[in-house]
């Protein structure tokens, strides 16, 4: 447990470097790194996946947690570069970094259809993929154990906050950074309201990086996690909000996360 709380909070730090161009050079993260095309059935066409082995890896062993970075061809070498680092300094347990390339993000990251998003509102079956094909193939090969952790920039995060939302415990940890949760409508805010009614006694981790020039992520933290909030722009707040976020803070006049 204490092991995978290293891994949450490596995954927070990494957050605070994702808007900068400059990667950290990889500790022979790209010779552990592979990809490979897999057939998905589900959305009936073919997904690329790269995946980064542990330093140490153990093929009969599982027992490493998995992280799961959406719009794969921008952000899996950001993420798992810094990952890398951080394992082979022993910042955090060895781990497995996975990433999926993109077909249509407007598609598989908005659950609820957009008439300014071309194709979008197919979440549904996106997540279908995950946990059907994406989470068995890479977890099989790679000896998960179970323990997982999703991440997501822009429309990838509005999709990791609809997962927490539909499907939780699908992943223990999530973070979401620079949510798009304007789309559709703003659909997003009510699913959020009714899935904090009732507690589903899961102990799960999300993490939000938000700025106010967000275009709705702002929003999204002070009226749906953080009920009875009327504040637009909440300083680090003095006491827990939820199961889900405490001591949330958003930067004022910020640029988009």
């Avoid at 073919?46 to 599982?62: H, Q, T």
């Avoid at 910042?91 to 077909?103: L, Q, Y």
């Avoid at 068995?136 to 991440?151: C, F, H, I, M, S």
């Amino acid at each position: 447990m204490r092991g995978y709380l290293r891994i949450q909070a490596g995954l927070v730090f990494l957050t605070l470097f994702f808007s900068h161009q400059a990667v950290a050079e990889p500790i022979s993260a790209l010779q552990r790194t592979s990809k490979f095309s897999l057939q998905s059935r589900v959305l009936d066409e073919a997904r690329e996946i790269y995946v980064l082995a542990p330093e140490k890896f153990d093929p009969n062993c599982e027992c490493y947690t998995t992280v799961y970075v959406l719009d794969g061809e921008w952000s899996f070498l950001l993420v798992s570069s810094y990952l890398a680092y951080l394992s082979h300094w022993n910042r955090i347990p060895d781990i497995v970094v996975t990433g999926v390339r993109n077909v249509n993000r407007n598609r598989d990251y908005l659950f609820a259809e957009d008439r300014n998003f071309p194709a979008s509102g197919g979440a549904e079956s996106f997540t279908k993929f995950v946990k059907e094909e994406w989470m068995p193939t890479v977890e099989k090969a790679y000896g998960g154990n179970g323990k997982r952790v999703l991440l997501g920039h822009s429309f990838g995060g509005t999709y990791t906050l609809y997962s927490l939302i539909s499907d939780p415990g699908l992943f223990d940890a999530y973070i979401a950074i620079g949510s798009s949760t304007w789309v559709s409508g703003k659909a997003l805010f009510p699913m959020a309201d009714e899935y904090l009614k009732t507690p589903n006694g899961k102990n799960l981790f999300l993490y939000m990086a938000v700025a106010e020039a967000d275009g709705g992520g702002a929003q999204f933290l002070t009226e749906s996690l953080l009920p009875g909030n009327s504040k637009k722009i909440p300083y680090p707040a003095s006491r827990s909000i939820s199961k889900l976020l405490k001591r949330p803070t958003i930067s004022p006049q910020s640029p988009r996360g």
